[in-house]
Structure formats: structure tokens, C-alpha cells
């Protein structure tokens, strides 16, 4: 056989309980979850900003960034709730270059499966005991997703992934809500079709289990733009595109119907600082039609302490290793300009 056994790793389970949450963080989780849930059903008007870096690398300028988040967040509880991003693991299109933290811990050496789970457990642990968020992640593999199952604010199915059937079954298993991307050449079909499934419950095997989901009601749409037939980005979020979503909604019966607008990928060409112009013609949208305010219920936004993105061998600290991001400044000044604009 040409793949090495090389070792076991632990189960969900047993990582918990080597690295247990408390009482305490619980409690915080369960009121944020509910917060975040009321935005879904539209009992809160509130708005959801699911925003960080594209991949977490390294967990000193993650927690700083996330700090700097939670004095902003203080400022805008009225009108905002900020879900921090924490990305450990990276869908990388060829397969090669960095796939995130749960295979690398330190970007700079070889991969330890192992030490990746300790390491993105540690980090969205600290996040919740030490500044009180809840944050989101992508579920590049399902089966890892009990790892961080009790942590965990919103998790996100990506354009690679969410026509994949077992990504579809395991978040209709999911208690937070689940943010489906449109694939990446751009079929809202297939979107449509993963949120259904996503809502719906099923029957499958999960991690040698047969189990039985509930099915997701706070499965909902991310507009992320895609790739056309000759490689061209094409954008998704302006108001025809709401509407057209919003209509696309009306007629399928799905519960809480919703979008968070992902204000990068395909839809900024991969220009982050081009997000606080498409953050704010969303807000603009948003306003001046009242079915796509109901829709719209946040965006999604890459940002981290620099603007842009490091090459290989670089050591900017708080720069992404991956995607370019918007930094610091720039999303300060966004939060504070789009309270206020809400």
C-alpha cells in the first residue's frame, strides 16, 4: 500500500478532556450562540461581522488581532456582533503550499497532525476564556469537526467543498449555524441544494458511527463570487444579485432563509483593501431595500494586523502567509463606519 500508517491520533473525546472548557466559557458560548441564532431567525436585528485572517499561522498576532477586536466589539454591541475568524485549516486549490495550523502548528516546520489538534484547540479556547468570543472556522474535513465541536460560534462550508456529500450530511448535524459557499464557478444551484441538504435530516456514518442528524435550520448562503469559463473573477454581491438570491429563497420552503455576503475570494479579485467599498455598497443595499435587509445578515471579511500578504521565507509578524488581508487600521475604521451606517 503506498500510504504510511504512521500514527493514531486521539478522538475528539479524548482531546476535551485533556483540554477541558469551563463552566464559565460555556455559559459565554451558549449566550453567544443564542445572540447569533436570533440574527439567523430574525428575531434580532443585529448584524454579523465574521472577520479575521484568512488562515491562522501563528497564535501571538492571532490573539493580538482578536484583542484589538473585543475593545472595537464593546463599541458597536448595539448594532454588531463580531464573530472572529480562526482558520486552521487551508483549502489550497493545486494541493501544495500551506494548509493551516492543524497540519503545521509553526508554518516554519514539517507537518504534526498531533500537535496542529493541541494547537487550534489552545487557540480557540483562548479566544473564548480570554476575551470572550466564540469564533468561526472552515469545515475542510468533517470528521475533524468534533474536535472543536463545543467551541465553535459559526462554521463555514467552502466553494471547493459544498458539493461534497459528507460536508453536507455532518452540518446537518451542526448546532451553530453553517454558511454554505457558492462553488467557485459560481452555480447558485448547488449553493441552494447544500443548504437543503444541510436543513434537512439524514442518516450517514460519521467517524465509524451510524448516527442520525436533526437537520440545520441555521443552515444558510454565502455569496463569495466565482470563476468564469475563462478565469475571469466575477462578483456576487451587488443589489441584482441579492435580489435575485432573495428570489431564488422564496421558492425553495427553507427555513430562515439568510446570506452573509463574503466581502473577498472572487468577489474583491483578491484586492482585500476593495472590501470597504463592497462592505459599504452592501449596507447601501441593504437599506434601501427592506427583503434584502431581511436577507442579508453579515459579511464575511479577511483582515488581519498588516494589509496584504507575506512571500515565503518572510517573518512580517501579523501579515497573512496565505490570501492578502485588509489590516488593522483599515478595519477599525470599517466596524466603527458600518455601525454606523446600519
Known amino acids: 500500500m503506498s500510504m504510511n500508517f504512521y500514527r493514531k491520533l486521539p478522538i475528539p473525546m479524548e482531546v476535551k478532556e485533556m483540554y477541558p472548557v469551563t463552566a464559565a466559557m460555556e455559559i459565554v458560548k451558549q449566550k453567544r450562540d443564542a445572540a447569533i441564532k436570533a440574527v439567523f431567525s430574525g428575531e434580532s436585528d443585529k448584524f454579523l461581522l465574521i472577520i479575521g485572517p484568512c488562515s491562522a499561522d501563528h497564535r501571538e498576532p492571532v490573539l493580538d488581532y482578536i484583542g484589538r477586536l473585543r475593545k472595537v466589539q464593546d463599541q458597536v454591541a448595539d448594532k454588531i456582533i463580531i464573530i472572529p475568524r480562526i482558520y486552521t485549516n487551508k483549502p489550497r486549490t493545486t494541493g501544495d503550499g500551506y494548509k493551516g495550523m492543524l497540519h503545521q502548528p509553526d508554518p516554519d516546520r514539517d507537518p ?27 469545515m475542510l474535513y468533517p470528521e475533524n469537526y468534533r ?25 446537518s448535524g451542526i448546532d451553530v449555524p453553517v454558511g454554505m459557499k457558492n462553488p467557485t464557478g459560481g452555480d447558485l444551484s448547488i449553493m441552494m441544494n447544500a443548504i437543503k441538504a444541510g436543513q434537512h435530516s439524514h442518516t450517514f456514518i460519521y467517524r465509524g458511527w451510524e448516527v442520525k442528524s436533526e437537520g440545520n435550520p441555521y443552515a444558510h448562503a454565502i455569496l463569495r463570487g466565482y470563476t468564469d469559463f475563462a478565469g475571469k473573477n466575477v462578483s456576487n454581491y451587488h443589489y441584482e444579485d441579492l435580489v435575485k438570491l432573495n428570489d431564488l429563497y422564496q421558492n425553495t420552503g427553507l427555513s430562515n432563509p439568510a446570506v452573509v455576503v463574503d ?35 453579515g459579511l464575511m471579511i479577511e483582515s488581519y494586523i498588516e494589509d496584504g500578504a507575506q512571500g515565503a521565507g518572510e517573518h512580517v509578524y501579523g501579515q497573512s502567509i496565505t490570501d492578502p488581508c485588509l489590516g488593522w487600521e483599515k478595519t477599525e475604521k470599517l466596524i466603527l463606519d458600518l455601525a454606523d451606517k446600519l
Not at 474583491?268 to 462592505?279: C, D, F, M, T, Y
Not at 452592501?282 to 442579508?296: A, E, F, G, P, T
Open 112 to 138: 504534526d497532525m498531533f500537535k496542529g489538534i493541541v494547537a487550534i484547540r489552545d487557540l480557540h479556547m483562548s479566544a473564548l476564556r480570554d476575551y470572550g468570543f466564540s469564533c468561526a472556522d472552515e
Open 147 to 171: 474536535y472543536l465541536s463545543d467551541l465553535l460560534a459559526y462554521v463555514a462550508v467552502g466553494a471547493r467543498s459544498v458539493e461534497n456529500q459528507q460536508h453536507r450530511l455532518t452540518a
Open 263 to 297: 466581502t473577498n475570494h472572487a468577489n474583491s479579485g483578491k484586492k482585500p483593501l476593495e472590501q470597504v467599498r463592497i462592505a459599504k455598497e452592501i449596507i447601501h443595499s441593504r437599506n434601501h431595500n427592506q427583503d434584502i435587509k431581511r436577507l442579508v445578515k
